[in-house]
T-cell receptor, first 115, second 114 residues
Framework: KQEVTQIPAALSVPEGENLVLNCSFT??????LQWFRQDPGKGLTSLLL?????REQTSGRLNASLDKSSGRSTLYIAASQPGDSATYLC??????????????FGAGTQVVVTP | DTAVSQTPKYLVTQMGNDKSIKCEQN?????MYWYKQDSKKFLKIMFS???????INETVPNRFSPKSPDKAHLNLHINSLELGDSAVYFC?????????????FGPGTRLTVT
């Protein structure tokens, strides 16, 4: 059974520092991994999608790496800003015949960026 | 120009009642999903529909019944509500039922059962 773990559960950094968020998964037979951002009382916003054949994806200040063999992904956010404060979720998509589009989520890392 | 919308945003009701949550997407996507986020913040998939056809049905009580009148809408009806049904329910959609596509989420419906 796939388990997705995110460490740390919470993180507080001063503005300008780089953020490093970790995601680990127990079953490496994944199709892809997706990072989301969730703001309080709001839905999820997709940040980056990494296919299993890729090692990393970049979008602006965000960079996500994927090491499928070791079951790890890391989300880097450069030069953090107060607006980056949110909960960040990672989710893996299983490579199983009957699991079309089934995402398995971690519990998230709550990030606070202080001015 | 909301991509995935849900109504209502908040729902407070008593045990034993029947309620529905509606979801609509204007992205032209073929596939829609329902997720439940519990008090520990874990998101778990409940159902997935592709072109109005049910393709994923996780282990959820029979009291939960999804209905897809067309591929732009996926509603969730819950019978005989229980305290444990209190959660945030998210609707999502993706272009096709393909493993490589991103999923786009709605704002969520916070259900409180008293």
């Amino acid at each position: 059974k796939q388990e997705v773990t995110q460490i740390p559960a919470a993180l507080s950094v001063p503005e300008g520092e780089n953020l490093v968020l970790n995601c680990s998964f127990t079953d490496s037979a994944i199709y892809n991994l997706q990072w989301f951002r969730q703001d309080p009382g709001k839905g999820l916003t997709s940040l980056l999608l990494i296919q299993s054949s890729q090692r990393e994806q970049t979008s602006g200040r965000l960079n996500a790496s994927l090491d499928k063999s070791s079951g790890r992904s890391t989300l880097y956010i450069a030069a953090s800003q107060p607006g980056d404060s949110a909960t960040y979720l990672c989710a893996v998509r299983q490579f199983l015949a009957d699991s079309w589009g089934k995402l398995q989520f971690g519990a998230g890392t709550q990030v606070v960026v202080t001015p | 120009d909301t991509a995935v919308s849900q109504t209502p945003k908040y729902l407070v009701t008593q045990m034993g009642n029947d309620k529905s949550i509606k979801c609509e997407q204007n992205l032209g996507h073929d596939t829609m999903y329902w997720y439940k986020q519990d008090s520990k913040k874990f998101l778990k998939i409940m159902f997935s529909y592709n072109n109005k056809e049910l393709i994923i049905n996780e282990t959820v009580p029979n009291r939960f019944s999804p209905k897809s009148p067309d591929k732009a809408h996926l509603n969730l009806h819950i019978n005989s509500l229980e305290l444990g049904d209190s959660a945030v329910y998210f609707c999502a959609s993706s272009p096709k039922e393909s493993l490589s596509y991103e999923q786009y989420f709605g704002p969520g419906t916070r259900l409180t059962v008293t």
